[in-house]
């Protein structure tokens, strides 16, 4: 059955879909290129990666082969690649070259969103000046290269309300996104009502929470009942879930069978209740999985 393809318009009428593929952790160069192939074919158009993830160059090789196939039956324009600043790599001159290097591996002209992966900078203390320092730069140099049209968007990531707030002091654009960790165990509403309230769009990462709420070893009453009621997984659910609170989500996976299930979360929707119901987990206990940037000066 088909099913409309969900897109977020950005600042500038800029449209990106709403389902990415996300790439963490995808190290071996055959299997990444092989999902970024087999995701295109499920209908994926925004693939998100990192200079950290160091799957650029296996991104780009698979890109290049889709571009060159007509069976594929995309072109460039039609896919939204997203790549993102290594915190060694920040600072104004750092930046430029980092952004040079990802275009190379990408084998890309331009890359449609580029994002500060992180407030700070690699080894320093969390209360560090430097941090600021830095961040600025990087910033500055991708305004930069936005109006040199080697970027067409630019964002943060991990960015919390201080570091948001921070930018008013010194950012001629306003970052497009802020991609944060959300799932119903971190379900930061202020922080998404802060960051919509600024025109940015919010995207999740770990929507699924690295497993731990699909991996049956920990069951939540509210997403198995959900669930059963819609005959949604309960990956489709949590990507229902952040899909409806107006977020960008990204689910990675290392299998083609789940990367298109998880696609086909674009089938559902969830009740008023059933998104209260999720929201009220938080209640209950508060968990992170991935790195922490509250403490970042």
Avoid at 107 to 114: A, G, H, N
Avoid at 262 to 276: A, G, I, K, V, Y
Wanted: aromatic share 10%.
């Amino acid at each position: 059955m088909a099913f409309v393809k969900k897109i977020t318009e950005l600042r500038d009428g800029l449209k990106i879909p709403t389902v990415g593929f996300g790439t963490y952790k995808l190290k071996d160069k055959e299997l990444t290129a092989s999902l970024i192939k087999d995701a295109i074919r499920a209908g994926y158009r925004h693939i998100d990666t990192a200079t950290v993830y160091t799957n650029e160059d296996a991104i780009g090789d698979a890109l290049h082969e889709v571009f060159a196939d007509d069976s594929y039956g995309v072109k460039r324009s039609d896919i939204w690649i997203t790549s993102k600043l290594a915190p060694v790599d920040q600072g104004y001159e750092s930046t430029i070259v980092a952004v040079h290097k990802s275009l190379k591996k990408l084998r890309l002209d331009y890359i449609d969103m580029y994002l500060i992966h992180w407030p700070g900078c690699s080894s320093s203390d969390p209360n560090d000046p430097d941090h600021k320092t830095l961040r600025i730069g990087s910033w500055r140099a991708l305004e930069e290269l936005k109006e040199k049209k080697l970027l067409r968007a630019i964002g943060v990531s991990n960015y919390q309300i201080n570091h948001l707030k921070e930018m008013k002091e010194y950012a001629k654009i306003v970052p497009f996104v802020n991609q944060c960790e959300f799932h119903p165990l971190l379900y930061s509403k202020d922080l998404v009502d802060y960051t919509k309230s600024l025109g940015i769009v919010f995207e999740s990462y770990s929507s699924l929470g690295k497993g731990h709420f699909t991996d049956g070893n920990t069951k939540y009453q509210e997403l198995e009942d959900i669930s059963s009621r819609t005959g949604a997984s309960i990956a489709q659910v949590l990507l229902c879930w952040g899909i409806q609170h107006g977020t960008i989500v990204l689910p990675k996976s290392s299998s083609k069978a789940r990367l298109i299930h998880n696609f086909e979360c674009q089938r559902f929707t969830l009740s008023e209740e059933e998104m209260l119901a999720i929201d009220r987990i938080s209640e209950r206990k508060v968990e992170r999985f991935a790195w922490d940037p509250t403490n970042i000066l």
